[in-house]
């Protein structure tokens, strides 16, 4: 596709499937916490984590998941428990996505706004940015508490190019969710897809402009645009 001019003030990267390629061990902990809990497995299947709840909040996706409503105290004692099993599960396999530190040295040095615009809770973020050495790269890090509606509402995104001081139409969001590129596109910002989660039609079809498997994989047009001089 012909690129949009001029090249983009920032780029906002989800966290989650985006920066690690972690979804699998985040669909691990979700599905556990279902057997604890003695409930149907059935009306929770691992698509329903990936297309259905993937870029929403905890506080989002446990009632759903319940379905019911619940205290704000059940809602933090669940969600606790499911990422603690998802921190212990990932930990031995933590290592950022392909070429990610490299494209962020080579966008900071282009002068591009970085961030991180994610519904992750503080401890997950901890624990992948520091653990992986990649917070300096970013000036701000929005998460699930930053906003009141999760993904797919353009919500965090808005609040991400606030926060950079730009307007959201000079914005690039990286995302591997549905739900995220949903919220990209709402948000009036230009999408890539990730496909660690969902196959590549698909975030198309959500509206992903371009969809690259990893970040050390760039159509040269998209590369170019995203590094060129402003």
């Known amino acids: 596709m012909s690129m949009p001019l001029p090249p983009p003030s ?13 979804m699998r061990f985040h669909v691990q902990a979700w599905v556990a916490l279902v057997r604890s809990l003695g409930l149907d497995e059935a009306g929770a299947p691992e698509e329903r984590f990936e297309r259905e709840f993937a870029g929403k909040r905890n506080e989002e996706i446990l009632p759903a998941l ?5 205290a704000p105290e059940e809602v933090t ?16 396999h933590m290592v950022a996505l392909r070429g990610a530190p490299e494209l962020l040295a ?19 973020r901890d624990f992948v940015l520091d653990g992986l050495a990649l917070r300096s790269f970013f000036s701000r890090v929005v998460g699930a508490e930053d906003v009141k509606r999760g993904k797919p509402a353009p919500d965090i995104f808005l ?11 000079g914005c690039v969001v990286f995302e591997d969710a549905i739900n995220g590129i949903l919220a990209a596109r ?27 498997p990893d970040f050390a994989s760039l159509p040269e047009e998209l590369e170019r645009w995203l590094l060129h001089a402003r």
């Open 106 to 124: 080579r966008l900071r040095q282009a002068g591009r706004g970085l961030a991180v615009a994610t519904a992750a809770p503080a401890p997950n």
């Open 186 to 212: 709402a948000a009036g910002m230009f999408a890539v897809g990730v496909t660690t989660l969902v196959p590549e039609q698909t975030l198309r079809e959500a509206g992903a402009h371009w969809v690259i």
């Open 66 to 70: 319940l379905g019911r409503p619940m």
């Open 159 to 169: 609040a991400t190019a606030r926060a950079l001081g730009v307007e959201p139409s």
């Open 77 to 92: 004692r669940l969600a606790e428990q499911k990422e603690a099993h998802y921190r212990a599960l990932y930990g031995p």
């Open 10 to 22: 920032a780029v906002l990267f989800d966290m989650d499937g985006t920066l690690v390629d972690n």
